[in-house]
Nanobody
């Protein structure tokens, strides 16, 4: 079972990026997925979570209104749309998943699977 977050890159302040989280070796349609990020010298920070069918989402206050998560189970992929990016959004971004039909969690220890991160760099 592998998760891979991709789609990171370098953008200027105010720009947008869309990250993708793809699962291989299993179907993700029964997963609740979370997004986290980690900046150098800081702890991994919760960003957003989405239920298995996309019916329930929750975003951290720090990104609410700028970041949106959604999924396409037909493509086995979860997305994180990031708008109005700021330099403080610079970090490695990760997706994580747990096979459950319940709601997600802000607690990173709740998730069973983690993907390799993707770097997002926002310049001023």
């Amino acid at each position: 079972v592998q998760l891979q977050a991709y789609g990171g890159g370098s953008v200027q302040t105010g720009g947008s990026l869309r990250l993708s989280c793809a699962a291989s070796g299993r179907t993700s349609s029964s997963d609740t997925t979370g997004w986290f990020r980690q900046a150098p010298g800081k702890e991994r920070e919760f960003l957003a979570t989405i239920s298995w069918n996309g019916g329930s989402t929750y975003s951290a206050h720090s990104v609410k209104g700028r970041f949106t998560t959604f999924r396409d189970n037909a493509k086995n992929t979860v997305y994180l749309q990031m708008n109005s990016l700021k330099p403080e959004d610079t970090a490695v971004y990760y997706c994580a998943a747990r096979s459950t039909y319940g709601s997600g969690s802000q607690d990173r220890s709740w998730y069973h699977y983690w993907g390799r991160g993707t770097q997002v760099t926002v310049s001023s």
